[in-house]
């Protein structure tokens, strides 16, 4: 019996060690959370805590500091202090046994929602009384999860033309998206991955960026111009749905969001001109062919020499209304032309502008290379001069040659007379005695 009562004497006296142990750490002081602002906080934001100390022990504590010590998903700020000196705490019966301390930290970008333990560290350096604990305070971290398509790098597509094609995939949420698979698909197949599938995997799109992935695409040469519907869906880890990351590191109950969107963009637009050089008139007009070689068709198609410096102009417009081309189309075009020199190749500039299958206007390009020989310039205004002096030259010498031609003319017919009476005479010189018989 007396065996028993030692032994709960010294289990009481144990007991009340132990507690006395307990307060002597401590001396009565509490270190609680006031409030955080946002509440709860975002990924990515600023969050400031105000921590209330209080004294509830019966002797003053002098020298007291509090000290923050962040640890991931929390990090310090530049230019914000992690420790504050609050002097001396006051008994329990003072007014000053309790104060209030501000603290402003950054929430890291990629964590998950949940309930997450921000370290405090209070302690003095009172000799008579030090005071040394060490709390978790826990803070409230939401997230929320969303993505859009922000842009599509091309709005139109020109038939049998690799293009390279885009998509900026932008965070809107305030918490990281993860493990985010995009793809996409059009109508009919009408546009098609060239080089790889339509689907991509992007391991991490941060709070406010943008990730682009781009696709090398092809379309049917012969593909009717038009407008045609782009499908794209995008998956990703929902973190909303995620529970509490444990002590162990794990996640559990995992699932997938996803967001489904839709696109316009046009297959067609513009196309492509070749002009060569046929033929060239005696007169200076020089005539040119203007061919569709592209794969769209061409409406309205004007094509224009601008005023330029080795060309110039002689007579007539300097435009020529060609009308519709269809892909594969020609027809032909005539200026009057004056080279600016002779005997070398001038560049000349063409302009074609036209109606495109989008119905733009579209305004081209085009620089040839001609030769220009002396042959190939016009009549100048010598050449009158030239051609009356020859004229008049011409006149003369068939005046001449009709004037002498009717000179022997008339010389041969005289001849002629002085011939026959010659010979008339000498044939009655040879019979006198018929010549007689004639008088009787």
Same mark, same amino acid.
């Given at each position: ?66 000290? %923050? ?16 000196? %609050? ?53 409230? %971290?939401? =997230? ?35 493990? =985010?698979?995009? =793809? ?17 995997? %992007? ?91 592209? @794969? ?39 200026? @009057? ?104």
């Amino acid at each position: 019996m007396t065996l028993i009562c030692l032994s709960l004497c010294s289990g009481t006296a144990l007991s009340a060690s132990t507690l006395d142990l307990n307060r002597s750490l401590d001396k009565g002081i509490s270190v609680d959370l006031l409030n955080q602002d946002p509440d709860p906080v975002k990924p990515g934001d600023v969050l400031e805590v105000r921590i209330a100390i209080e004294n509830t022990g019966y002797n003053d504590i002098e020298d007291c500091y509090l000290k %923050i010590e962040p640890e991931y998903p929390f990090r310090a700020l530049s230019g914000e202090e992690l420790s504050e000196n %609050i002097g001396t705490l006051g008994k329990r019966s003072e007014d000053d046994r309790r104060k209030v301390v501000k603290f402003k930290i950054g929430v890291e970008n990629d964590v998950n929602e949940g309930k997450y333990p921000l370290k405090v560290y209070f302690y003095s350096t009172d000799r008579k009384n030090k005071v040394s604990l060490n709390r978790e305070l826990t803070i409230d %971290i939401d =997230s929320e999860s969303n993505a859009e398509i922000e842009y599509i790098s091309v709005e139109k597509l020109i038939p049998g033309e690799k293009t390279s094609l885009v998509f900026g995939i932008k965070n809107v949420g305030n918490s990281p998206l993860k493990n =985010s698979m995009f =793809s996409w698909e059009c109508t009919n197949d009408l546009i098609l991955p060239v080089g790889s599938s339509n689907v991509k995997h %992007i391991n991490l799109i941060d709070v406010g960026e943008t990730a682009n992935v781009s696709f090398d695409v092809l379309t049917n040469v012969n593909t009717k111009p038009g407008l045609y519907k782009l499908d794209m869906v995008l998956t990703y880890d929902d973190i909303e749905e995620l529970q509490t990351i444990t002590e162990a590191g794990t996640v559990e109950n995992q699932k997938r969001k996803t967001i489904e969107s839709k696109a316009g963009i046009y297959i067609g637009g513009t196309t492509d001109f070749d002009i060569a050089f046929m033929e060239r008139s005696p007169t200076g007009a020089y005539t040119f062919s203007v061919s569709n070689i592209g @794969n769209n068709g061409a409406n309205s198609v004007k094509i224009s020499i601008p005023l330029q410096e080795n060309w110039t102009i002689t007579d007539g417009g300097n435009s020529v209304i060609l009308g519709n081309l269809q892909k594969g189309d020609y027809t032909i075009a005539d200026f @009057n032309l004056e080279p600016k020199n002779i005997g070398q190749d001038l560049p000349i500039k063409f302009e074609i502008s036209y109606t495109s299958s989008d119905g733009m206007r579209q305004v081209e390009e085009n620089v040839l290379s001609l030769y220009a020989s002396p042959a190939t310039l016009p009549i100048s205004s010598n050449m009158p001069e030239e051609s009356n002096e020859s004229s008049l030259f011409s006149y003369k010498l068939g005046l001449l040659i009709l004037l002498g031609a009717v000179g022997f003319f008339i010389y041969k017919k005289h001849q002629k007379k002085l011939k026959e009476k010659d010979a008339e005479e000498n044939w009655q010189g040879e019979n006198p005695m018929e010549e007689k018989k004639t008088d009787e």
